[in-house]
């Protein structure tokens, strides 16, 4: 009786650290991490940071400097802007968090169910996903808004809409590298089902595809919801949150450009955060973007 050989299974336990040892080798990693994670500290350490109600306002303390007991100043409302900009952190993080997972998630599904299957589903796939592209992802974004309203729930939606097709690109191409391997081969001669197969065999040898592919979508993902809160279609007034507060201040820079700049500066360190833990990311594990099919 014959056997099918197989490529043995690396175990979990080994995967998981010889992925952090190359992950640690990369300087610009462990720097970009580093930065994402002292934002994260910073959004859950908000309530011990600041005495402030960053959504109460004191009109009688309304553009103040910085100063000793505002060292931000205030916005025009009287409302401590360190404190929103502390506070902001949370819905900047968790809001672009969750629709980065939804986007990643439904699109790493997807991208392999498309390589494993091929045939007219694959190519339906793609028909449908080439629709959706060409939408401009801000216009589409509005659409979705206009039509269900404001919301994190709605707003993970639309970003999912926008980021999904994208994500299944890149992941189809990494899965078609995996999908003619001996393992997926002997796989399927013993009869695993799709879902088997993309669970044990294909995701466990595209997972630094994955991870980079997070990292990189977290990045636009917090520009684009920040972009959407400055149009008036993300966070509602009073919520602390970036893209909102440089919106509500624009017309007062010259009088407290600390109402402005704060936010702009913790929107920007949190993306070149992201951007920087992406391409360690890439450079440390040989993940070639551009050839997956970014």
């Known amino acids: 009786m014959t056997t099918v050989d197989t490529v043995p299974a690396v175990a979990p336990a080994a995967r998981t650290a010889r992925a952090w040892r190359t992950l640690c080798s990369s300087r610009t990693a462990v ?13 859950l350490s908000a309530p011990l940071l600041t005495s ?21 100043g205030t916005d025009q409302y009287g409302r401590d802007v360190l404190a929103r ?16 997972v939804v986007s990643v998630a439904l699109g790493t599904v997807a991208g ?5 299957r091929g045939g007219w589903f694959d190519d339906l796939l793609g028909r449908v996903l080439d629709a959706v592209l060409a939408v401009p992802a801000v216009l589409a974004l509005l659409v ?8 994190p729930a709605v707003i993970v939606l639309a970003v999912a809409v926008v980021f999904v097709p994208q994500v299944v690109r ?5 899965a078609l590298a995996v999908v003619p391997a001996d393992y997926v081969t002997a796989a399927r001669a013993r009869g695993e089902g799709t879902w088997s197969i993309l669970r044990r065999e294909v995701l466990p040898n595209i997972v630094d595809v994955v991870c980079v592919e997070f990292a990189m979508r977290a990045s636009w993902v917090v520009l684009l919801i920040s972009s959407l809160s400055f149009l ?8 602390p949150d970036w893209g909102l507060m440089v919106a509500e201040n624009r017309t007062a820079i010259t009088v407290v450009p600390m109402a402005s700049v704060a936010p ?19 450079k440390a594990w040989g993940v070639d973007r551009i050839r997956e099919g970014s």
């Open 52 to 72: 402030y109600d960053p959504i109460a306002g004191d009109a009688s303390r309304a553009l103040l400097g910085p100063g000793g007991a505002h060292w931000a």
């Open 232 to 239: 008036g279609f993300g966070a509602d007034p009073p919520t």
């Open 144 to 151: 979705v808004v206009t039509a269900l309203g404001t919301g």
């Open 112 to 116: 392999c169910a498309a390589a494993l």
């Open 31 to 43: 720097i970009g991490l580093a930065i994402v994670a002292v934002h994260v500290v910073i959004a």
């Open 85 to 100: 900009v502390l506070y902001g952190g949370r819905y900047a993080l968790g809001v672009s968090v969750a629709a980065t």
């Open 170 to 174: 890149v992941v189809r191409g990494a």
């Open 264 to 282: 702009i500066i913790a929107l920007a360190t949190l993306v070149i955060g992201l951007n920087l833990a992406a391409d360690g990311l890439s």
